[in-house]
């Protein structure tokens, strides 16, 4: 019963999390400048370590909590290479 | 009873991350600008993480996955400045397209900004010349009677 509970839950979680994807997907898709694409990647990252932190709890998995916590470190590392990249870009344009 | 109490702390808060994950998509959606969209999105990235880990530190039985989930907010609450202050970076150090922004704000009678909402390319390069670096930050402060002659020429 408790269980049946539990599982009820977090699949309501789960598929209201996945329409929140789905949104921020479209955010980084239509975003018109740079920054706002990468604040959606940024979303779309905390929204999926959010969910894969509850499918561990759903499926009585643990190892996924590693995947969850090398994914936080993955997605911080995206935003970091991805604006010190376009920053040199920058910097390069101006000195031409 | 004490398992449902558990399951009922744990609904709420997850149900309550949930909502504050909705409300930051809300923001990014509402909003028309990149940092006012940072500000949205800090709400998911802070009170939502924490809602929801809280709610499944609550239901974990473990205490290894207790440890791990504790390392997640940890990691994430270090992170999430980190990240906004970057992309703020870009947003500042590229163009002039924040000074529209500031300027649609604050409304026409400001002089502090420079006059110019369209070709926001060429107040650039004219303070480039004067100034010698094309740096931002110099505009707010050294620029208010600049934008004021311009103001008055136009």
Known sequence: ?96 | MIAWIRFGLTAVLLLGGILAFAAAMLGNYRFGYVLNRMHAAGIGDSLGMLLVILSLMISVSGGMDLLKLAALIVFLWCTSPVNSHFLARIEMEGDTEYLKHIRRICGEKSTELPAETKDGDDVKKENAKETGTGHLPKNHSGKGKQARKKGKRR
């Open chain 1, 1 to 96: 019963m408790l269980s049946e509970a539990y599982h009820t839950l977090y699949s309501i979680a789960l598929v209201f999390m996945g329409c929140l994807l789905a949104l921020a997907l479209v955010r980084t898709i239509i975003g018109p400048r740079v920054t706002d694409r990468i604040l959606g990647v940024n979303m779309l990252g905390s929204l999926v370590i959010a969910m894969i932190a509850i499918l561990s709890q759903m499926l009585r998995e643990s190892y996924l909590l590693d995947v969850a916590l090398i994914y936080t470190m993955i997605s911080f590392v995206t935003v970091l290479v991805l604006s010190s990249v376009y920053l040199r870009k920058r910097k390069g344009r101006k000195d031409d």
